[in-house]
């Protein structure tokens, strides 16, 4: 959550997939504060609660939730949310404006264990909206949004195993004891990673243009499943010589290696 409140450029996600991730009810809570629809995938599904958010006794006839009405038992404290909605609205714009951070929020929203009142109203207000996520993802009709869930986790996935190969001297693990070491290693393995993935970019968007002048016919629907978190032709091993001169802006790109021609392996150890 802190990560996605200091983008620094960029357009900001709608949707947050994340992998098994935390999914309490607080959480969802603060995601949909913010503007965020929170999607984790979920492990446990057939333990998971739905609720209901009935109006108080008397104001409204209680909602039918034809099939789904044996498992939506539990009911929303409205009345809590109600309660704390100037001060919900206090803690999102403090996150929002960068006053606080998610992590120090949370860690105030429990005391002992137990929910402080604040805490326990974004918990109330989350499990409306995770209620709304379980339903989308047990849809058995529309499964659009199971779909969207997995094609972010996917590349999320393969970002992650990007990263362990690119950080195998410490064995994918962050190992300084101190926080500025810690952001110092995350931050040197980010330039490397994303270096890999411009430098994987430029060289797919030439390929594909050099086939299309060649005549080929190359549909833009496989184009958009192009992936630039791809490794096998790299290597991450032995000492690195960078020639700017050589190899800088404005240099251009290598040559493709034409696939009919026969190579020549004198030289290689």
Not at 85 to 107: C, E, H, K
Not at 111 to 121: F, Q
Not at 162 to 175: F, M, N, T, V
Not at 226 to 245: A, E, M, Q, V
């Amino acid at each position: 959550m802190d990560t996605l409140l200091n983008l620094d450029g960029g357009v900001k996600p709608e949707i947050v997939a994340t992998d098994n991730a935390s999914y309490s009810d607080m959480a969802f809570g603060l995601y949909k504060m913010l503007g965020f629809r929170f999607a984790p995938r979920v492990r446990d599904l057939a333990d998971q609660r739905f609720w209901r958010a009935d109006l108080p006794d008397g104001e409204a006839p209680a909602a039918g939730y034809g099939p789904l009405q044996a498992v939506a038992c539990n009911k929303v404290n409205l009345k809590r949310i109600e309660a704390h909605w100037p001060d919900m609205l206090r803690v999102a714009g403090s996150l929002i404006t960068n006053q606080f951070r998610a992590y120090d929020l949370l860690r105030m929203f429990g005391r002992e264990g137990h929910p402080t009142p604040l805490g326990a109203a974004f918990a109330e207000y989350g499990r409306i909206d995770k209620t709304m996520h379980l339903l989308a993802v047990v849809d058995p009709v529309d499964d659009t949004y199971r779909r969207l869930m997995n094609r972010q986790l996917t590349v999320q996935e393969s970002r992650h195993r990007l990263a362990r190969a690119i950080c195998h001297g410490g064995r994918g693990q962050i190992r300084q004891a101190y926080r500025e070491g810690q952001e110092d290693q995350l931050a040197a393995l980010g330039l490397v990673l994303n270096a890999v993935v411009l430098w994987n970019t430029r060289y797919l968007d030439a390929a594909v243009a050099q086939l299309r002048a060649e005549g080929h016919d190359i549909k833009d629907e496989d184009v958009a499943r192009l992936s630039p978190l791809k490794d096998r032709h790299i290597n991450f091993l032995g000492r690195y010589l960078f020639n700017i001169t050589a190899s800088g802006p404005g240099r251009g790109l290598r040559p493709f290696r034409d696939p009919d021609a026969v190579e020549d392996d004198e030289g290689e150890g």
